[in-house]
């Protein structure tokens, strides 16, 4: 059940098939059942926003499977922390390449990208 408000908007923990004021029945499936059904598991981009539930949708991915080379992910709402966001995905081999942040609370995003295109850039910006 997707509990609807605005921009706040997330995942709750009430149980299907309810009919309750401003919740809403959603269907759900792991981003690699939809790389998958779209024949492909390379990503360029991939932003992931889902209100505190980060954390969790990140560790449903089988990072040996997909190619995922850059991804924004917030980090205000997550109960784990932005420190434990970052210490996971660099255990996976991304680094932070920027923080996006708005003083109004409209952005509050890690800017990750897999080591290795961050060493490329890096020797090209390099290069006579």
């Known amino acids: 059940m997707f509990k609807q408000s605005f921009n706040v908007g997330k995942i709750s923990n009430l149980e299907t098939g309810q009919?309750?004021?401003?919740?809403?029945?959603?269907?759900?499936l792991p981003l690699y059942s939809i790389?998958?059904?779209l024949n492909t598991t390379t990503v360029d981009y991939f932003s992931l926003d889902v209100e505190g539930a980060e954390m969790g949708v990140l560790k449903t991915i089988p990072w040996?499977?997909?190619?995922i080379k850059t991804l924004s992910v917030e980090f205000i709402?997550?109960?784990?922390?932005?420190?434990?966001?970052?210490?996971?995905?660099?255990?996976?081999?991304?680094?932070?390449?920027?923080?996006?942040?708005?003083?109004?609370?409209?952005?509050?995003?890690?800017i990750f990208a897999k080591k290795e295109l961050l060493?490329?850039?890096?020797?090209?910006n390099t290069s006579p």
């Open 19 to 28: 009919k309750k004021t401003g919740y809403a029945e959603v269907q759900c």
């Open 77 to 110: 709402h997550g109960g784990e922390g932005k420190d434990a966001l970052k210490k996971y995905m660099e255990g996976l081999g991304y680094r932070v390449f920027s923080e996006v942040t708005h003083p109004g609370w409209l952005a509050n995003d890690f």
């Open 64 to 67: 040996d499977k997909v190619d």
């Open 35 to 37: 790389l998958l059904a």
């Open 119 to 124: 060493s490329k850039k890096r020797k090209k």
